[in-house]
């Protein structure tokens, strides 16, 4: 239990009177289960569900989300003891270590269910738990409450929300399963729990994931929705350059057809011939049609009536879709955190300016991670407490690790230079943790070695580097010239 260190009590002129329930509300634009908070029916759930699936299929917007989930995917998660921990403690955090590898799925799995926020903006993973023991299928035998499967719910199936009368509280997901294959869940349907709504899973039964949640909004934010208009121009012009292309190539379908079939006053039967050859142009235009077969008719010089021929085009275009084309690719990366995609597929760029755009990306992915992370402590971990009768006024974390990898080449300069202005003590710790992020094992018996032990791996042999500092010069070893070390522009100068 967390122990309360000021051990404060009220003053002498006693509390003051006031109301300490909520009064206010977030606000939130919902009706019936239904939130509509984006100004575009299109990007308004449900009717967002294809325009994201549709977006989700443009190779750039599909190549920025999966570098984004796989980059979240490959990192290591580990669960961290609080502070001061006890015996009892230790036990519990290494019971959630086994919670994470217990289950019927991978962790990583459930990773890259969970970024699925990033195409929808949210995720609903259903918490299902098993005892552990050999009946259950645990490897574990303590039969106490561990993790089963946590259990994705398809975005296509959640219909609407279940809120509190007042509004501020989330009190379940209806689920749909007739929305993507009726036949498949037929006896669900059927089952007495099955409303015209759905199936209701009450709130405790899930971990809600949101993108850039806020407000109280259970669907997130999806990141798609910045990339709406850019991805709508961008498919707008390439369809415009594909058919211009296909003309180019081909030839505009240009067709005659005597003046009495489109005459305002035409016989219904003329009226049905105009509308079939505006059918039969169609098709040849959106190359839905190969061939055509018109009547064998002629007037009286010898002149077909009916007469379908390709018109050629010069091919000039006033417009440069290919600049705009990547204009708008440019705006979708950028709005996804995922411009450096681009770098290799231009003839420009530096180094310089790709270690910028690769720190974005990690500023992104570490906020994805914090809020996977706090829903799973905040959620998961407390309830799991709960179910297994212990106190959750003090619990384990779990925790991710750094997202980006030792770039030893700058970690070895830096050991370099401190060490040169001789400002790099020569202790156990330090040299411990130079070790461990060279990416050596066996750093831990640095820290348990004897003084007189540890002190006997070092020789003094020293290249001078800094020494030039001490006299007041420029040369990295002052008045020796012919060390080595005096070519190292990476010394201390």
Known sequence: MAEDKQKLVAGELG????????????????????????????????????????????????????????????VRWYVKAPDGADSQMLKKAEFITQCMSDMEHSWESFIRNVMTMAIYGFQVSEKVYRRRNSQSGSKYRDNLIG????????????????????????????????????????????????????????????MLFNYNGRNGNPEGESPLNACWQPWKFKVILEEQEAIGIARDLNGLPFMTIPAQYMAEDASPEDKKVYEYCQSLISRLQSNEQGGIILPSVYDERGNPLFKIELLGTK????????????????????????????????????????????????????????EIAE?????????????????????????????????????????????????????????????????????????????????????????????????????GTGTTTTENSDLNTENAA
């Open 315 to 370: 091919g000039n275009k006033q417009f440069d879709t290919d600049k705009s084309i990547k204009r708008y690719d440019d705006k979708i990366l950028t709005a996804l955190f995922s411009d450096i995609l681009k770098l290799g597929q231009q003839t420009h760029g530096s180094f310089s300016l790709a270690g910028a755009k690769t720190n974005i990306v990690a500023v992104n992915i570490e906020a994805r991670l914090k």
């Open 15 to 74: 509390p003051v009177r006031i109301a300490l329930r909520e009064i206010g509300t977030v606000g939130l634009s919902e009706l019936n289960g239904d939130i509509s908070e984006s100004i575009r029916k299109e990007l308004t759930w449900p009717t967002s569900i294809n325009t994201y699936r549709k977006m989700y299929s443009d190779p750039l917007i599909y190549a920025a989300i999966q570098n984004m989930t796989n980059m979240i995917a490959k």
């Open 147 to 206: 993790w089963r499967k946590l259990a994705a719910r398809s975005q296509r199936t959640i219909k609407k929300w279940k809120f509190s009368e007042d509004g501020r509280d989330l009190l379940g997901v209806y689920q749909d399963l007739s929305m993507v294959n009726g036949n498949r869940f037929s006896l669900m349907i059927k089952s007495p729990e099955y409303t015209a709504d759905g199936i209701l899973i009450d709130r405790n039964r899930f």
């Open 375 to 475: 829903v799973i402590n905040q959620d998961l971990i407390k309830d799991t407490f709960r179910r297994n009768g212990w106190t959750d006024t003090e619990l384990p974390e779990v925790c991710f690790e750094d997202l980006d990898e030792e770039d030893l080449d700058m970690f070895s300069k830096m050991v370099q230079r401190i060490a040169a202005v001789n400002m790099m003590p020569r202790s156990r710790e330090i040299i411990s943790q130079i070790v461990k992020r060279s990416g050596f094992d066996g750093w831990e018996t640095f820290l348990e070695m004897p003084e007189k032990e540890f002190n006997k791996l070092f020789t003094d042999n020293e290249t001078g580097a800094g020494e030039g500092m001490e006299e007041g010069m420029n040369s």
